[in-house]
Nanobody, 127 residues
């Protein structure tokens, strides 16, 4: 069982930055791929980015590439999402998720591939 708690959301002007953090419980954090998703009102939950279990490879949706960076600290059981050059279209509730993959090299990109979810944190970008 893994419990995830996000923090760091808030209101920021376009062009600004926010850093989201996700704290995980459990002693097996390093065996999970970690992902970030977001959901805007009236829209489906969408993949933002993910990081592999051990080696830290990352993958992002095209619209955030070059602006968002995911990192993890397996010693502290945390994963972060650094968001720069924020745009109004980035406004959403952001969720972190943990997924047990068959290999430590996999990067899950769909919600169904993740086993545990945080409660979400609101990010609002004003124009």
């Amino acid at each position: 069982q893994v419990q995830l708690v996000e923090s760091g959301g808030g209101l920021v002007q376009a062009g600004g930055s926010l850093r989201l953090s996700c704290a995980a419980s459990g002693r097996t954090f390093s065996t999970y791929a970690m992902g970030w998703f977001r959901q805007a009102p009236g829209k489906e939950r969408e993949f933002v980015g993910a990081i592999t279990a051990n080696f830290g490879s990352t993958y992002y949706r095209d619209s955030v590439k070059g602006r968002f960076t995911i990192s993890r600290d397996n010693a502290k059981n945390t994963v972060s999402l650094q968001m720069n050059s924020l745009k109004p279209e980035d406004t959403a509730v952001y969720y972190c998720a943990a997924g047990r993959t068959r290999t430590i090299f996999q990067l899950p990109t769909t919600p169904g591939e993740y086993d545990y979810w945080g409660q979400g944190t609101q990010v609002t970008v004003s124009s």
